[in-house]
């Protein structure tokens, strides 16, 4: 594939940012041409051979600008490969074990055809905002969680696809 990919994700405190540019970075690293961008700013995805979309969850929903970034793109994103990522469990069992995606991610999967998902742990550190985050942090339950060599392995394997 000679064309560009587009990672893109919807993050309230910026954890699910970084695993998108580690994604990115990734890619880049097998060749490819990478722009990443949060899905609230995206204006079209025509210019992108394929496309990267990533959401926090918060209450087993993906993140509203990634829920909003897939319905407003929803065509063009039919006509092209589309992968899906989510982050968010505060606990290792996203390195443990496959996580299937939420009820909403797994339609529009199904709805584009997306060639794969993964879910990544999440990150919740004392600086995050919102009154959850701090009831979550108060009870004891923050912490890093992404594991960056599983996302660069499921990155390397988008780029396999590509590739052929």
């Known amino acids: 594939m000679t ?7 919807g993050t309230r405190n910026g954890s699910t940012a970084h695993i998108a540019e580690s994604i990115a970075d990734t890619l880049r690293e097998k060749g490819l041409t990478v722009e990443t961008m949060e899905a609230a700013s995206v204006p079209f995805v025509t210019r992108y051979d394929a496309v990267v979309i990533g ?3 918060y209450a087993g929903r993906w993140h509203k600008d ?9 065509n063009d994103l039919a006509e092209r490969p ?3 990522f989510s982050s968010g469990p505060l606990d290792t069992s996203a390195s443990g074990q496959d996580i299937p995606p939420v009820r909403g991610v797994r339609h529009a999967m199904d709805e584009l055809h997306a060639r794969g998902h993964a879910t990544f742990g999440g990150c919740l550190d ?3 905002d919102g ?3 701090r009831r979550i942090l108060h009870s004891g339950k923050g912490g890093d969680f992404r594991d960056f ?3 660069e392995a499921w990155a390397a394997g988008i780029a396999g696809e590509l590739e052929h």
């Open 3 to 9: 064309g560009t990919v587009l990672v893109t994700y």
């Open 55 to 57: 959401g926090a969850l």
């Open 66 to 74: 990634a829920r909003t970034f897939v319905r407003r793109h929803r």
């Open 82 to 84: 589309v992968w899906f």
């Open 126 to 128: 004392t600086d995050a």
């Open 131 to 133: 009154w959850l985050a």
């Open 149 to 151: 060599e599983a996302v």
